[in-house]
Antibody, heavy 121, light 109 residues
Framework: EVQLVESGGGLVQPGGSLRLSCAASGFTFASYGMHWVRQAPGKGLEWISYISTSGTIYYADSVKGRFTISRDNAKNSLYLQMNSLRDEDTAVYFC???????????????WGQGTLVTVSS | EIVLTQSPGTLSLSPGERATLSCRASQRITNNHLAWYQQKPGQAPRLLIYGASSRATGIPDRFSGSGSGTDFTLTISRLEPEDFAVFYCHQYGSSPPYTFGQGTKLEIK
């Protein structure tokens, strides 16, 4: 059974840092790209970052230069280092596994339950 | 960036009825790179449809997706009590940005 479990969320002051983790099990982690997606309280979904199996990385403009995605295949883990946090970064952060369709499109087939990050003074 | 607009914002129906949810893109989506997700309160989104019309593993056949280009539809043929939730459309491709619609809330009438 595919499982994704996020951790590392919490309350942080504006300008502070947090490191989120996503522990994967039930599949060969190294064979899949991974995403981070967030959801502000009562709002919709926002894609924020993607890392491929080969290490290709993309970020949404809203987090570029502040957030860093990484992965450790030996530990079956995905990470998101978040620096210079702002009030508007308050959200539940989900990790999601990539599936690739025959045309190279990458959609999200499994999601973790999320971890809440609250940025507030 | 492709903007997705979902309608209606809220849909009130009864169990047993048919639900039709719409997702319109600001520009053509190539290769039908359009997915639908269902999200219940306090839960992660669940993949329903990918490639505009392919059901994900384990999704009942009362869920179906259709459309191409800029107009896409999610249809639930006969609503079950567990179907009521928020639904998001999502456009994806081989490179970002990947965007979501703002969601349609399907509530019990």
């Amino acid at each position: 059974e595919v499982q994704l479990v996020e951790s590392g969320g919490g309350l942080v002051q504006p300008g502070g840092s947090l490191r989120l983790s996503c522990a994967a099990s039930g599949f060969t982690f190294a064979s899949y790209g991974m995403h981070w997606v967030r959801q502000a309280p009562g709002k919709g979904l926002e894609w924020i970052s993607y890392i491929s199996t080969s290490g290709t990385i993309y970020y949404a403009d809203s987090v570029k230069g502040r957030f860093t995605i990484s992965r450790d295949n030996a530990k079956n883990s995905l990470y998101l280092q978040m620096n210079s946090l702002r009030d508007e970064d308050t959200a539940v952060y989900f990790c999601a596994r990539v599936r690739t369709d025959p045309y190279g499109g990458v959609y999200f087939d499994y999601w973790g339950q999320g971890t809440l990050v609250t940025v507030s003074s | 960036e492709i903007v997705l607009t979902q309608s209606p914002g809220t849909l009130s129906l009864s169990p047993g009825e048919r639900a039709t949810l719409s997702c319109r893109a600001s520009q053509r989506i190539t290769n039908n790179h359009l997915a639908w997700y269902q999200q219940k309160p306090g839960q992660a989104p669940r993949l329903l449809i990918y490639g505009a019309s392919s059901r994900a593993t384990g999704i009942p056949d009362r869920f179906s997706g259709s459309g191409s280009g800029t107009d896409f539809t999610l249809t639930i043929s006969r609503l079950e009590p567990e179907d009521f939730a928020v639904f998001y459309c999502h456009q994806y491709g081989s490179s970002p940005p990947y965007t979501f619609g703002q969601g349609t809330k399907l509530e019990i009438k």
